[in-house]
């Protein structure tokens, strides 16, 4: 079955890399006639949560425990030329308890998000909330 994503989601996308005051979305994928679709969920902007330790602390909140979902984060870094950037990162949030059905989906149609959405620095398959460290993540991509 053919998966697209909803011009929503890219104009948010296109938003967050311009204008950079999201700090993360989520995305869920839903059933269409013949298709299944990628649409928005939620979306976190800058001024509040303010931390990096106040954003994961409320992801992990976000994240449903049965449930798949995809998560774009915009992440401030420094780069290996001491420069501040903006950094995105694809979350794939596949909890191990889900559905077996449904982390398949979500785990093969990452590919149409990397194809979709240039400027993606880095992208993780989580399967539990203390899988991700968002301190981590961004020495990982403020070294690239």
């Known amino acids: 079955m053919k ?5 929503d989601v890219m104009m948010d996308y296109e938003m967050m890399k311009s204008k950079r005051q999201h700090k993360y979305s989520i995305y869920t994928v839903k059933e269409e006639v ?40 915009n992440l401030r870094v420094i780069s290996t030329h001491q420069c501040q950037v903006d950094k995105f990162v694809l979350l794939i949030w596949c909890p191990s308890e ?14 149409v998000f990397r194809k979709e959405m240039t400027g993606v620095a880095r992208e993780y398959i989580v399967n539990h909330p203390n899988d991700v460290s968002f301190k981590q ?6 070294s690239e």
Do not use: W
């Open 34 to 73: 013949g298709s299944r679709v990628v649409v928005m969920e939620r979306v976190v902007m800058g001024d509040n949560p303010t931390t990096e330790d106040d954003i994961e602390a409320l992801f992990r909140s976000e994240m449903p425990a049965l449930e798949c979902r995809y998560v774009m984060l």
């Open 137 to 142: 993540i961004i020495q990982d991509v403020g």
């Open 98 to 111: 889900g559905e077996q059905k449904e982390l398949d989906l979500y785990y093969s149609c990452r590919n």
């Open 3 to 7: 998966i697209k994503i909803h011009p």
